[in-house]
């Protein structure tokens, strides 16, 4: 690398070469710069108006020399910037942090990823405990489904709703669920997906399946938004229990990445009894190997499920073999908008 830099043709790359690997070194810092970003309510404050460090200090608690630190950080990492006013504001990375509930919550929940990856060669060697800080927090990983009630499995029902926020749109641009009379949702959470589902279809009907504490969330969503009238949560477990019947499509939202493959299996059984020939299976979640998001399948989420202890990512390749052997057909991609936030497979029951 010091030779390229060296030789002005070959300067700019080794540059950036030098940057990406500095940024690969640096990356838990700007992380954390996040964290205290978002921690301290500074986006919202920003929100209001551009301001200067000296208003911010006390509103922050923070003194100025450690107000002026964040915030030029902040802007070294691309989520602010500064103006010739000596004011701070937003950037459009900030404002998408800012007005997204669901990325800030995943920034605070990345401490008990950052308490798992404290040894990495210890959890690729399988010689971390299996209480981890992901598998404490996901009852479910813990293989004992009804150890739990509706208040433990709110906190994390509340995340995956708030961040499967992200993703229910995408889904929906890239499949047109105007075509079914009935959706099951199954391991749908709290209804963030079927909830976005029936807002633009109000002709569809939809069933969740998820454990009864969580069904029983989602009921409550549901009859908030007014959705109770064709739109409703049954509780049970898909790996032990027959899913309800009459629906014509049913929807995987990130929930077979959470299974091994004995599990995937026993769950895409499941779903093949439950629908009728001609139903359809829409399964949405990010995928290994894919160009434009394999930071998020090869990376994020292959270490984010060794540390929760259940599940992997897979390929749309491995996805489609486990499909087939559980008897669909025509398994298809469906282009996303955004490809980083999930990945659509859709496939046909004969």
Not at 68 to 78: E, H, P, S, T
Not at 193 to 216: K, N, Q, S, T
Not at 337 to 348: F, R
């Amino acid at each position: 690398m010091r030779a390229a830099a060296a030789l002005p043709l070959t300067r700019p790359l080794a540059r950036r070469s030098a940057a990406a690997l500095f940024d690969l070194v640096s990356g838990f810092v700007y992380t954390q710069i996040l964290l205290a970003c978002v921690r301290l309510e500074l986006f919202p404050l920003l929100l209001e108006r551009a301001r200067r460090p000296e208003e911010l200090a006390p509103r922050l608690g923070l003194d100025l020399d450690a107000t002026c630190q964040l915030l030029d950080a902040a802007v070294a990492v691309g989520v602010l910037k500064r103006r010739f006013t000596g004011r701070y504001a937003p950037t459009t990375l900030g404002l998408a942090i800012a007005t997204s509930p669901g990325i800030q919550r995943m920034i605070e929940h990345n401490l008990l990823l950052y308490r798992d990856l404290e040894d990495p060669v210890a959890l690729l060697r399988g010689e971390r405990p299996a209480d981890t800080a992901l598998a404490a927090y996901w009852p479910y990983a813990k293989d004992r489904p009804g150890a739990f009630d509706a208040e433990a499995a709110r906190p994390y029902s509340e995340l995956m709703g708030a961040s499967q926020d992200l993703v229910a749109h995408e889904v929906l641009d890239a499949w047109d669920f105007s075509r079914h009379r009935r959706l099951l949702d199954v391991g749908g959470g709290n209804g963030t997906f079927l909830a976005a589902v029936a807002a633009r279809h109000p002709a569809l009907e939809g069933v969740l399946f998820d454990l009864p504490p969580v069904a029983a969330l989602a009921e409550e969503r549901f009859r908030e938004a007014g959705l109770g009238d064709r739109v409703q949560a049954v509780g049970g477990s898909f790996l032990e229990d027959p899913l309800p019947a009459g629906a014509d499509a049913v929807s995987l939202v990130r929930v077979l990445h959470d299974q091994d493959d004995a599990r995937a299996r026993t769950l895409l059984a499941a779903v093949h009894a439950a629908l009728p020939p001609g139903g359809t299976l829409v399964v949405a979640e990010p995928m290994r190997g894919a160009s434009a998001a394999r930071r998020v399948g090869d990376a994020y989420f292959a270490f984010y499920l060794r540390a929760m202890g259940r599940g992997r990512p897979r390929s749309p390749k491995e996805i489609e073999a486990l499909l087939r052997e559980a008897g669909f057909l025509n398994v298809r991609a469906r282009p996303t908008h955004v490809p980083l936030q999930t990945s659509v497979l859709v496939a046909d029951r004969p």
